[in-house]
């Protein structure tokens, strides 16, 4: 290792320690699989013996389960001469990456095996990050039919760090003797490292807040228990009020479950417990009832507003009310660009009263009290804030440790709408006006340029590495605000020449980078022209991109009023939603799922990594977000809903939760997100309210600031096309 790897891991182990005030998880190897049949993050292997399985991953049994709702099953009949061995992967969230130590390996197992007697029972090995196993356990299980805890000791397995769970990437079973055995099965749940074995019993007695019945879920909430003794939130059910099912889980620092029962007009009855680290449960809650009811469409599409907007409402960071990245995750760290997408949302949820217009003003004043202090560099807000300290958390490296004006655009078209909301005349929405306009005009969207007489905009500045990543801003992608805003500026604006100039580009910067990632000519000189499967493409690069570039300018901005020398911006966009529906319903790579109601390829976790898809065969990795199809609203409206209903009614089981829809699903690999994004959820709430009436779109436009930035962008406009004319 040379002197300056050594340093930098010196620098990013003490950067490491200096997070502390992180929340810990614990390093968890299964709770639940989100899907049924099978476990994504688990592969078997087996020569002679037998694992069973289904596409090489161990089955899911939901009948028999530690925790609600399913566990793993460990199903194997072990022939002399033959091995076979089940591991089961951590799955990394993003975000999550402070964990608990790991004094002790934690499962719970049953014995299934029919005559009861296991006599053959697995190894167990743990398996670090370069595929290297430790020694083995053997997996202590006699007694049948009922969940026994197994607390193996870290120091069993040599070559694992309590302090670094991460080290190790799985649990791994295998087959112990070589002898012939009958089928035997041991279910396994909740397999996860502890720091310690013992555990506090819980005294605190929950109380459900409210149930409400939709059309095939009930969503249930209660208040966040300050014991931190908890460790689960346990859900009961019931449909004759006397006998109680256990129906799932939630972690206790979220505040609701959504139970998706699949049945419409229903009576049910919930209560809940809480579970302390070792599972065993406390009092239970008083008995609640709610019933599931036929919606209508449009109360079909409240409702997925309704779920969306609570993510920035119950979900949001404590200290400042603003959104984080995605749930679960960082818990402290506020994402600047989500928060700016969760304000729009949260004016959403204020017009439709699922909150009062007070508890709104609250939070704006929460908000604006947070950003007006929080650090900035020339008036630009990093992408990622620390709550603790309102200071920059470099989360994606150390490069990126100083100002992302495209996140602080997101930002400020959130902020300036709600400028636009808050007009009362009393001393605290006055407030809110005021200091959004402090934040405003001290963003000096001029200063990255880099040089003076610079064409483009710059994504990134650093106090102490300048323009290190020297990023351009070029269109047409998701950026489009920046430049709009930049020009809209009373204080710091740039020349609107700067959209034609930068955003547009068309000498050998803007098609280098055009053509750098999209990987084709089409579109690299910003016009396209070209027409895919029967619609005309004006502007975009290939064929149009990740479908998420027609939503995050243009949930303030209205499309319908954009219009350069190239085209008008709700038509571009239109067509773009077209494409990228036309190409899932005619699915060239045959992914399962894809059709007329599953659609919209966009940027969205994944399987194996997030990724920006687009509807072209080398970006497709077989993954839907929801809010692909449901953000695109205004474009594709009848579209949007038959993807709506298709995602709720056909897969709420594993996709609906307690912020709406899952980040995202794949069918043909029977995986679904487990996590939340705050860059997905907003718009599906906020486009719906622009398709309904233009909610958005009409307070922003209101803006005095944003009407002066759009004459002049007009003028350069008008400028250009006589120029053309000439
Ligand atoms: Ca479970």
């Given at each position: 290792m040379g002197?300056k790897?050594v340093?930098l891991?010196?620098?990013?182990s003490?950067?490491c320690?200096c997070?502390a005030q992180?929340?810990d998880?614990n390093?968890?190897?299964?709770?639940n699989?989100?899907?049924?049949?099978?476990?994504?993050?688990?592969?078997?292997d087996?020569?002679?013996s037998?694992i069973?399985?289904?596409?090489?991953r161990?089955?899911?049994?939901?009948?028999?389960?530690?925790?609600p709702?399913?566990?793993?099953?460990l199903?194997?009949?072990n022939?002399?001469?033959?091995?076979?061995n089940?591991?089961?992967?951590?799955?990394q969230?993003?975000?999550?990456?402070?964990?608990?130590?790991?004094?002790?390996?934690?499962?719970?197992?049953?014995?299934?095996?029919?005559?009861?007697?296991?006599?053959?029972l697995?190894?167990?090995?743990l398996?670090?990050?370069?595929?290297?196993?430790?020694?083995t356990?053997?997996?202590?299980v006699?007694?049948?039919?009922?969940w026994k805890?197994?607390?193996?000791?870290a120091?069993?397995?040599?070559g694992?760090d309590?302090?670094n769970p991460?080290g190790?990437?799985?649990?791994?079973f295998?087959?112990?003797?070589?002898?012939?055995?009958?089928?035997?099965?041991?279910?396994?749940?909740?397999i996860?490292?502890?720091p310690?074995?013992t555990?506090?019993?819980?005294?605190?007695?929950?109380s459900i807040?409210?149930?409400?019945?939709y059309?095939m879920?009930?969503d249930?909430?209660?208040?966040i228990?300050?014991?931190?003794?908890?460790?689960?939130i346990?859900i009961?059910?019931?449909v004759?009020?006397?006998n109680f099912i256990p129906?799932g889980?939630?972690q206790p620092?979220?505040n609701r479950y959504?139970d998706f029962?699949?049945?419409?007009?229903r009576?049910y009855?919930y209560?809940?417990?809480?579970?302390?680290?070792?599972?065993?449960?406390?009092?239970?809650?008083p008995?609640?009832?709610?019933?599931?009811?036929?919606?209508?469409d449009?109360?079909?599409?409240?409702?997925v507003?309704?779920a969306?907007f609570r993510y920035?409402?119950d979900g949001a960071?404590?200290?400042?009310?603003l959104?984080?990245?995605?749930?679960?995750?960082r818990?402290n760290m506020?994402a600047?660009g989500?928060?700016?997408?969760g304000?729009?949302?949260?004016?959403v949820?204020t017009e439709?009263k699922?909150?009062?217009?007070?508890?709104?003003?609250?939070?704006?004043?929460?908000?604006v009290n947070?950003?007006?202090?929080?650090?900035?560099?020339?008036?630009?807000?990093p992408h990622?804030?620390?709550?603790?300290?309102?200071?920059v958390?470099?989360f994606?490296?150390?490069?990126?440790n100083?100002?992302?004006?495209?996140?602080?655009?997101f930002?400020?078209?959130?902020?300036?709408?709600a400028?636009?909301?808050?007009?009362?005349?009393?001393?605290?929405?006055?407030?809110i006006?005021e200091k959004?306009?402090?934040?405003?005009?001290?963003?000096?969207?001029?200063w990255?340029?880099?040089?003076?007489?610079?064409?483009?905009l710059y994504w990134?500045?650093?106090?102490?590495?300048?323009?290190?990543i020297?990023?351009?801003?070029?269109?047409?992608?998701e950026?489009m605000?920046?430049?709009?805003?930049a020009?809209?500026?009373?204080t710091?604006g740039?020349?609107a020449?700067?959209?034609?100039?930068?955003w547009?580009?068309q000498?050998a910067?803007?098609?280098n980078?055009?053509?750098?990632?999209?990987?084709?000519?089409?579109?690299s000189?910003?016009?396209?022209?070209?027409?895919y499967?029967g619609?005309k493409l004006d502007?975009?690069?290939?064929?149009?991109?990740?479908?998420?570039?027609?939503?995050?300018s243009?949930m303030?901005?209205?499309?319908?009023?954009?219009?350069?020398?190239?085209t008008?911006?709700?038509?571009?966009?239109q067509?773009?939603?077209k494409?990228?529906y036309?190409?899932?319903?005619q699915?060239?790579?045959?992914?399962?799922?894809?059709?007329k109601?599953?659609w919209?390829?966009?940027?969205?976790?994944?399987?194996f990594d997030?990724?920006?898809?687009?509807?072209n065969?080398r970006q497709?990795h077989?993954k839907i977000?929801p809010t692909?199809a449901?953000?695109?609203?205004p474009?594709?409206?009848?579209?949007?809903?038959?993807?709506?209903?298709n995602?709720?009614?056909?897969y709420?089981?594993?996709?609906?939760?307690?912020?709406g829809?899952?980040d995202a699903?794949?069918?043909?690999?029977?995986w679904?997100?487990?996590?939340?994004?705050?860059l997905?959820?907003?718009?599906?709430?906020?486009?719906?309210?622009?398709?309904?009436?233009?909610f958005?779109?009409?307070?922003?436009?209101k803006?005095?600031?944003v009407k002066a930035?759009?004459?002049?962008l007009?003028?350069?406009t008008?400028?250009?096309?006589?120029?053309?004319?000439r």
């Amino acid at each position: 290792m040379g002197l300056k790897k050594v340093l930098l891991f010196c620098l990013f182990s003490a950067a490491c320690c200096c997070k502390a005030q992180e929340y810990d998880y614990n390093y968890s190897f299964f709770s639940n699989s989100a899907m049924p049949d099978d476990y994504f993050f688990s592969a078997t292997d087996n020569e002679l013996s037998m694992i069973f399985n289904r596409n090489f991953r161990l089955l899911v049994n939901k009948k028999t389960a530690h925790t609600p709702g399913n566990a793993l099953q460990l199903s194997y009949i072990n022939a002399k001469g033959g091995r076979w061995n089940a591991s089961v992967f951590h799955q990394q969230k993003r975000g999550m990456d402070h964990f608990k130590k790991a004094n002790f390996l934690s499962f719970w197992a049953y014995n299934a095996t029919a005559d009861s007697t296991i006599k053959d029972l697995p190894l167990i090995q743990l398996m670090k990050t370069d595929s290297s196993l430790t020694e083995t356990v053997r997996v202590p299980v006699t007694e049948a039919n009922s969940w026994k805890q197994v607390l193996i000791p870290a120091t069993s397995f040599k070559g694992l760090d309590v302090n670094n769970p991460a080290g190790i990437i799985a649990v791994v079973f295998s087959q112990q003797h070589d002898r012939n055995s009958k089928k035997q099965t041991i279910y396994i749940d909740d397999i996860e490292f502890v720091p310690e074995k013992t555990a506090a019993k819980i005294t605190a007695i929950p109380s459900i807040a409210k149930a409400t019945g939709y059309a095939m879920h009930v969503d249930i909430s209660w208040s966040i228990p300050s014991d931190r003794n908890i460790k689960l939130i346990k859900i009961y059910r019931s449909v004759d009020g006397t006998n109680f099912i256990p129906v799932g889980i939630q972690q206790p620092y979220i505040n609701r479950y959504a139970d998706f029962t699949g049945e419409t007009n229903r009576k049910y009855y919930y209560k809940i417990n809480f579970l302390n680290s070792n599972y065993e449960e406390s009092d239970f809650s008083p008995v609640t009832e709610a019933s599931t009811r036929q919606l209508t469409d449009d109360e079909l599409m409240t409702m997925v507003q309704e779920a969306s907007f609570r993510y920035y409402w119950d979900g949001a960071e404590n200290k400042s009310g603003l959104a984080k990245e995605n749930i679960s995750g960082r818990q402290n760290m506020i994402a600047t660009g989500a928060s700016g997408f969760g304000i729009m949302a949260l004016l959403v949820g204020t017009e439709k009263k699922f909150i009062t217009r007070l508890d709104a003003v609250n939070r704006f004043i929460t908000i604006v009290n947070f950003l007006e202090k929080a650090q900035t560099f020339h008036g630009a807000f990093p992408h990622f804030i620390n709550a603790t300290n309102g200071k920059v958390e470099p989360f994606f490296g150390e490069n990126d440790n100083g100002a992302d004006l495209v996140e602080t655009s997101f930002l400020m078209q959130g902020l300036l709408a709600a400028r636009q909301y808050f007009t009362g005349n009393d001393a605290q929405e006055k407030l809110i006006r005021e200091k959004i306009t402090t934040i405003w005009k001290r963003i000096e969207w001029d200063w990255f340029k880099q040089t003076p007489d610079s064409k483009f905009l710059y994504w990134h500045w650093s106090p102490d590495k300048a323009w290190v990543i020297n990023h351009t801003l070029i269109g047409w992608n998701e950026t489009m605000v920046t430049y709009l805003l930049a020009i809209a500026s009373p204080t710091h604006g740039v020349p609107a020449s700067m959209y034609y100039s930068g955003w547009a580009n068309q000498d050998a910067t803007g098609q280098n980078y055009r053509s750098a990632w999209g990987q084709t000519k089409d579109g690299s000189m910003y016009t396209n022209g070209n027409t895919y499967g029967g619609v005309k493409l004006d502007v975009g690069v290939s064929n149009g991109g990740p479908i998420f570039f027609t939503h995050y300018s243009y949930m303030g901005y209205d499309p319908h009023l954009i219009t350069d020398i190239y085209t008008n911006y709700f038509r571009n966009n239109q067509r773009i939603a077209k494409i990228n529906y036309n190409y899932c319903v005619q699915n060239p790579k045959k992914y399962r799922g894809y059709g007329k109601d599953c659609w919209g390829l966009t940027a969205c976790d994944g399987p194996f990594d997030y990724s920006a898809d687009e509807p072209n065969e080398r970006q497709d990795h077989g993954k839907i977000a929801p809010t692909g199809a449901i953000s695109s609203f205004p474009y594709l409206p009848e579209e949007a809903m038959a993807a709506l209903k298709n995602y709720y009614f056909n897969y709420g089981s594993f996709l609906w939760g307690e912020y709406g829809f899952k980040d995202a699903f794949d069918i043909t690999n029977n995986w679904c997100s487990e996590i939340y994004m705050g860059l997905n959820q907003a718009p599906m709430a906020v486009m719906i309210e622009n398709h309904r009436n233009g909610f958005l779109w009409k307070l922003l436009g209101k803006d005095p600031d944003v009407k002066a930035g759009m004459d002049r962008l007009q003028l350069e406009t008008d400028k250009m096309r006589n120029n053309r004319v000439r």
